[in-house]
């Protein structure tokens, strides 16, 4: 079994994320709503910054719903080709525009519920929009998230619904923060592959410290 953060692991990390991580914010570029949440859908197996390279010429092109709802998806799926799943997502796209066209007027909800509703937008795309348009106390995991906290032994769940569970009951508060803070440390710090443990502030409360040393 995998070992668990105490209590006082817990309160450490917070204060490192905290301190660390306070101003963060998402590195997808984006101006509105409807920008914030077309990139969030595209993310999804890709790069932030893939998807930074993408969109500008997507807004210049389908500034707002009403354009990207009546646009033609041969067109959509040309600018999206590098993308990851671009047939799927351009898709998505443009009838999550038709949807907030017809049922929100024009303007992007701010809700869980009816976020969902909109193609493309699952869980996690919804609750990682809330967080960012609005510092919602939401934990959204993504797999920098799901390998963060079984490393620090924030969490031991098999899916997203159980490490998300675990970490709202442990993190309870900031949990925004913590989401950026995660997603952040994961990307650059705590990596998949070769993580930097010789320059991590968290070494001393992790459960997989001497996994990653060289000749392991």
Known sequence: ??????????????????????????E????????????????????????????????QKYPDTLSLSIASLEEVKELLKSCSFFNNKAKNIIK?????????????????????KLSGVGNKTAKVFMIEADGANLMAVDTHVFR????????????????????????????????????????YVCKAVSPDCNNCALVPVCKSKGRFAVGS
């Open 28 to 59: 997808l570029e984006y101006k509105n709503d409807y920008e914030l949440l077309i990139a969030i859908i595209l993310s999804a197996q890709c790069t932030d910054k893939r998807v930074n390279i993408i969109t500008p010429a997507l807004f």
């Open 96 to 116: 999550m525009a038709q949807s907030v066209e017809d049922n929100y007027e024009s303007i992007i909800p701010h809700d869980i519920k009816q976020l969902i």
């Open 148 to 187: 963060v906290a079984h490393r620090l032994g924030l969490a031991s769940g098999k899916t997203v619904e159980q490490i998300e569970e675990q970490l709202v009951k442990k993190l309870k508060d900031d949990l925004h923060i913590f989401h950026q803070a995660m997603v952040l440390f994961g990307r």
């Open 1 to 26: 079994m995998p070992k668990k953060a105490t209590k006082k692991d817990i309160e450490f990390i917070k204060e490192h994320f905290l301190v660390t991580y306070n101003d963060a914010v998402t």
